[in-house]
């Protein structure tokens, strides 16, 4: 059964920084490109950041580029989202989710097979 847990959200003041985690379990890690999400009450779910299964291609969100990196350690299972110079508008649930096997990063949230429960960042002014 395939696991994927986030970690790290928080309350953070605006300019402040996170780390956000996901710890995989029940797949081969290295063969899924993943990708970070959020959804912001009374709006829909949307591409933050996305990884490919090496680690050498990322993309983000034009409203997050230059402030967040998106990496993976493929040893270790887990893909990690850092965020900087937070903003009010960047509060959301932030979720992890995972591509089918030996698929190529994608910024539609319906190309995701998998996916977290989501873990609340709060930034505030």
């Known amino acids: 059964q395939v696991q994927l847990v986030e970690s790290g959200g928080g309350l953070v003041q605006a300019g402040g920084s996170l780390t956000l985690s996901c710890a995989a379990s029940?797949?081969?890690?290295?063969?899924?490109?993943m990708g970070w999400f959020r959804q912001a009450p009374g709006k829909g779910r949307e591409f933050v950041a996305a990884i490919s299964t090496s680690g050498g291609t990322t993309h983000f969100a034009d409203s997050v580029k230059g402030r967040f990196t998106i990496s993976r350690d493929n040893a270790k299972d887990t893909v990690t989202l850092q965020m900087g110079s937070l903003r009010p508008e960047d509060t959301a649930v932030y979720y992890c989710?995972?591509?089918?096997?030996?698929?190529?990063?994608?910024?539609?949230?319906?190309?995701?097979?998998?996916w977290g429960q989501g873990t609340q960042v709060t930034v505030s002014s």
């Open positions: 989710a995972a591509r089918g096997p030996y698929s190529a990063t994608s910024r539609d949230p319906r190309d995701y097979a998998y």
């Open positions: 029940g797949l081969t890690f290295s063969w899924h490109a």
